[in-house]
């Protein structure tokens, strides 16, 4: 594996690639989330290139970009174990050159959800850094999960309206036991903490559970999902029901909905969701 920080030595690297080259965007603090992203670049792709940059402006004022867990040698040891085979990790200097001025702006799709929680600037952010993540490494696929499912619906749009020609492919979210998402910022939570964000996924679960059972009210469904919330004591951000690709609210459900949910746990803001399918 070759670690490089400049967008001239990335693209160098990749100028004689056995291609498809295959891009896993990532933050960094890799868990098995990440890993499950690069585990189907490495069987689709013959070169497998993953960036690692905490992007600074997709995080709000008052939001916990000092506070992220950055781990850059474990990450780079995790990177090599999982068969990439060149890590892109630039500074933010590299990304925003003195004059930066260009934003990246997917109308619709930035607002609801994360948007109307943390801003419509940040999706801005997201859909600029991943265009020019993009360019730089011209993949032919970049993977994403579907725990950011707004994200990848964001992005995937983004590819498509500005003509950018690489795959968009979004991977199951992974798990843990009691399934609480992977991410990073369960690093976050104590012992006590931990146990209590098992009730987001088991309020998504309570959500599915009342659709396939006939729910047709999204209203009522929803609010199926906040008392499990509120008996475990989380009072959520949000908890909505949404159309899965144009993220438009769902009062009556007539087909798949997304579900998603926000809630903070101590110092961690946590999103997670799932498709809820009605019973045909
Ligand atoms: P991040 O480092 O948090 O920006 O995430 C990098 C990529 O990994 C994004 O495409 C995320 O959607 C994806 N990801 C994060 N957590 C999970 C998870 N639990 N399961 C699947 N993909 C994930």
Do not use: W
């Not at 943390?118 to 999960?145: C, E, M, S, W």
Request: charged residues 20%.
């Amino acid at each position: 594996m070759r670690t490089v920080s400049t967008i001239a030595d990335a693209r160098g690297a990749l100028a004689d690639a056995p291609r498809p080259v295959g891009l896993v965007p990532t933050m960094g603090a890799l868990h098995d989330g990440h890993r499950s992203l690069l585990a189907r670049a490495r069987a689709e792709c013959a070169t497998v290139v993953m960036s690692l940059f905490v992007n600074p402006t997709q995080f709000g004022a008052g939001e916990d970009l000092a506070a992220y867990p950055r781990d850059g040698a474990g990450d780079e040891r995790a990177a090599r174990e999982a068969g990439v085979d060149l890590l892109f990790a630039p500074d933010a200097g590299e990304m925003y050159p003195q004059g930066f001025a260009t934003t990246v702006s997917v109308a619709g799709l930035r607002e609801p959800l994360e948007g109307a929680a943390r801003g419509p600037t940040h999706f801005d952010a997201v859909a600029t850094v991943v265009a020019k993540l993009l360019n730089i490494i011209a993949p032919q696929v970049a993977y994403f999960g579907q725990k950011d499912a707004q994200q990848a619906l964001v992005i995937a749009r983004m590819a498509r309206d500005l003509d950018i020609p690489t795959l968009i492919e979004v991977c199951p979210t992974v798990r843990e036991g009691d399934g609480l998402a992977r991410s990073s910022r369960n690093a976050y939570l104590d012992a006590a903490q931990r146990e209590q964000a098992s009730a987001i996924p088991a309020a998504l679960r309570v959500v599915a559970a009342a659709i396939r059972a006939g729910e047709r009210d999204g209203t009522l469904a929803a609010a199926a999902g906040l008392d499990e919330l509120r008996r475990r004591g989380v009072e959520p951000e949000y908890l909505a029901l949404a159309d899965p690709q144009t993220l438009e609210p769902v009062a009556h459900v007539t087909g798949p909905v997304l579900v998603a949910v926000a809630a903070r746990i101590g110092r961690a803001r946590l999103i997670d969701n799932l498709i809820a399918q009605p019973a045909t």
